[in-house]
């Protein structure tokens, strides 16, 4: 019974806004009982998915995210920062420093399991490290972080070359192929660079990537961006659209638009957003469809991620806002009351199925992303 009280008195405190910088620890798993006594209560239920994340996931000897909670403890290297994103969520939300415990931890498990290096094949891999990085160095005030993403974010530009125009390829040892998922991260990182810190040289590459994707892979009467052009054959994969292509997209064009201005960068950001949530749903229940597990079980939460940040952009109209509060709202009330179970707190490909007692690193991110966007989009007081 005092654990309950306590518990509820640090849900007081957070709804109230009172802990500003990580204070009280809560070192214990949230038991059942606590959890079935939740209601959609934002703030609660992002605690509940983002605890569950660490207490569920975390490895604890080696200092990094395992890939389920089922034993599968091998390592992987792109879904750990976004792992580091939901804790940076969770700290900036809450301000306990039990989610705080964890930076240093990860910025030294996840490099050394790396093979004691920030670098990686992969640039679009790479690009996520540096945007989580970026974001904790914001959450933490420890430099060490953005010299790492600066570290990070030189190597990224050597993925740029001519092929196709232009545009960051995917991987260094392919670098004829040109995708979605690798230039529109870095088109973020170098405008959140250039608006943070200032060097007109990382405006001039948020601009130049994006344009690339603007002009190769998006499709503006439509508003999906294709996956990827391979340009030894000149060939567009139109047949692959992805949440996730979406949203980094859209999020690219919205910080554009924070550092310029400019009204096509918010029209881009519009139509993607419109796109997803029409054509990339279940037509029967309007959720964001499935993308299956592995790398897919993450598109969805990458896709939540910008389109909350949309959301709050006074670029949009207010029925604009509006309808995606409603989409983004129902989405997450489904997954909380049917696709939860509260003892359990995991969650599945799809958000209207319970996945049991155990699932994946990936899908169990992309629900706890969907969770602390709608806690922080209740905080700016837009979902009473």
């Given at each position: 019974?005092?654990?309950?009280?306590?518990?509820?008195?640090?849900?007081?405190?957070?709804?109230?806004?009172?802990?500003?910088?990580?204070?009280?620890?809560?070192?214990?798993?949230?038991?059942?009982?606590?959890?079935?006594?939740?209601?959609?209560?934002?703030?609660?239920?992002?605690?509940?998915?983002?605890?569950?994340?660490?207490?569920?996931?975390?490895?604890?000897?080696?200092?990094?995210?395992?890939?389920?909670?089922?034993?599968?403890?091998?390592?992987?290297?792109?879904?750990?920062?976004?792992?580091l994103d939901v804790?940076?969520?969770?700290?900036?939300?809450?301000?306990?420093?039990?989610?705080?415990?964890?930076?240093?931890?990860?910025?030294?498990?996840?490099?050394?399991?790396?093979?004691?290096?920030?670098?990686?094949?992969?640039?679009?891999?790479?690009?996520?490290?540096?945007?989580?990085?970026?974001?904790?160095?914001?959450?933490?005030?420890?430099?060490?972080?953005?010299?790492?993403?600066?570290?990070?974010?030189?190597?990224?530009?050597?993925?740029?070359?001519?092929?196709?125009?232009?545009?960051?390829?995917?991987?260094?040892?392919?670098?004829?192929?040109?995708?979605?998922?690798?230039?529109?991260?870095?088109?973020?990182?170098?405008?959140?660079?250039?608006?943070?810190?200032?060097?007109?040289?990382?405006?001039?590459?948020?601009?130049?990537?994006?344009?690339?994707?603007?002009?190769?892979?998006?499709?503006?009467?439509?508003?999906?961006?294709?996956?990827?052009?391979?340009?030894?054959?000149?060939?567009?994969?139109?047949?692959?659209?992805?949440?996730?292509n979406q949203g980094?997209?859209?999020?690219?064009?919205?910080?554009?638009?924070?550092?310029?201005?400019?009204?096509?960068?918010?029209?881009?950001?519009?139509?993607?957003?419109?796109?997803?949530?029409?054509?990339?749903?279940?037509?029967?229940?309007?959720?964001?469809?499935?993308?299956?597990?592995?790398?897919?079980?993450?598109?969805?939460?990458?896709?939540?991620?910008?389109?909350?940040?949309l959301i709050l952009?006074?670029?949009?109209?207010?029925?604009?806002?509006?309808?995606?509060?409603?989409?983004?709202?129902?989405?997450?009330?489904?997954?909380?009351?049917?696709?939860?179970?509260?003892?359990?707190?995991?969650?599945?490909?799809?958000?209207?199925?319970?996945?049991?007692?155990?699932?994946?690193?990936?899908?169990?991110?992309?629900?706890?992303?969907?969770?602390?966007?709608?806690?922080?989009?209740?905080?700016?007081?837009?979902?009473?």
């Open positions: 019974m005092k654990k309950h009280w306590m518990f509820l008195l640090l849900v007081l405190f957070f709804s109230a806004g009172i802990l500003a910088a990580c204070g009280d620890n809560r070192k214990d798993p949230p038991d059942a009982g606590e959890i079935e006594t939740l209601s959609v209560n934002w703030a609660d239920a992002a605690d509940s998915s983002s605890r569950t994340l660490i207490f569920r996931f975390w490895n604890n000897s080696e200092n990094y995210f395992n890939t389920d909670n089922a034993g599968d403890k091998s390592f992987q290297y792109w879904p750990n920062a976004h792992a804790i940076t969520d969770a700290c900036l939300r809450s301000g306990d420093s039990f989610y705080k415990d964890y930076f240093d931890r990860w910025f030294e498990g996840v490099r050394r399991k790396n093979g004691n290096t920030w670098y990686n094949v992969f640039y679009d891999d790479m690009e996520w490290i540096a945007l989580a990085m970026l974001r904790a160095y914001n959450a933490t005030d420890d430099g060490k972080w953005l010299a790492a993403c600066r570290e990070v974010w030189q190597d990224i530009k050597t993925g740029w070359n001519e092929r196709g125009g232009g545009g960051i390829a995917w991987k260094k040892d392919q670098l004829w192929s040109k995708n979605a998922c690798s230039n529109g991260p870095p088109a973020i990182l170098a405008a959140r660079l250039y608006r943070q810190f200032g060097d007109e040289e990382d405006k001039e590459w948020a601009e130049k990537i994006y344009a690339w994707l603007r002009e190769t892979l998006f499709m503006p009467g439509v508003g999906s961006v294709a996956d990827n052009l391979n340009t030894e054959t000149g060939v567009i994969n139109s047949s692959w659209i992805f949440t996730y980094t997209f859209l999020g690219a064009a919205l910080e554009l638009y924070e550092i310029t201005g400019e009204k096509i960068y918010i029209n881009d950001a519009v139509k993607a957003a419109d796109y997803t949530i029409n054509a990339l749903v279940n037509a029967n229940d309007a959720l964001l469809k499935s993308e299956g597990t592995g790398d897919g079980g993450l598109f969805k939460g990458i896709f939540v991620r910008y389109f909350a940040q952009s006074d670029g949009i109209t207010e029925a604009t806002r509006k309808k995606y509060l409603t989409f983004l709202k129902h989405n997450g009330e489904t997954l909380w009351k049917q696709g939860t179970d509260k003892q359990w707190v995991l969650f599945a490909p799809y958000w209207k199925d319970k996945p049991g007692t155990t699932t994946g690193l990936t899908e169990q991110l992309s629900g706890c992303m969907l969770m602390e966007a709608l806690a922080m989009l209740d905080r700016e007081g837009l979902l009473k």
